[in-house]
């Protein structure tokens, strides 16, 4: 996939979290085409797989993933993600203005990864630097 950073504020990923990520991989396959490349898990001591979806060997078309794991407590929804370098200063100017914070995620130094929020009139989305 591509190497090219993305820009602040731009829209750089998709992903749909579920119960049951190998059956919905299936029926996207079949609607758009997809590819499905296994991205290794973990939750605890249990490993599993979830899915990065690609339209051919360049080109992301977004995830799909578990309702475990860093993926606990995600809406079952198609999120959209926003590029961003600081995502606790952004974190904290979303809730300054009125957003909420849905679901956060930390890296192994304690720094926040990624973050869904809930603008002031309720859309749900990301924000993110893991690329």
């Not at 809930?118 to 924000?127: E, R, S, Y």
Request: negative net charge.
């Amino acid at each position: 996939m591509s190497d090219e950073k993305p820009k602040i504020g731009q829209f750089y990923w998709a992903d749909i979290t579920v119960e049951n990520p190998t059956e919905l991989k299936e029926f996207y396959k079949q609607i758009f085409g997809w590819q499905a490349m296994e991205l290794p898990m973990k939750d605890g001591d249990e490993e599993y797989a979830d899915y990065v979806m690609t339209i051919d060997e360049t080109s992301a078309a977004g995830g799909i993933c578990h309702h475990k794991g860093p993926n606990k407590g995600i809406p079952p929804q198609w999120i959209s993600y926003f590029y961003i370098d600081d995502v606790e200063k952004a974190l904290q100017d979303c809730l300054n203005l009125g957003g909420e914070l849905i679901k956060e995620n930390r890296k192994k130094d304690g720094t926040l990864s990624f973050v869904i929020v809930k603008d002031p009139q309720g859309a749900i989305f990301g924000m993110g630097n893991l690329i």
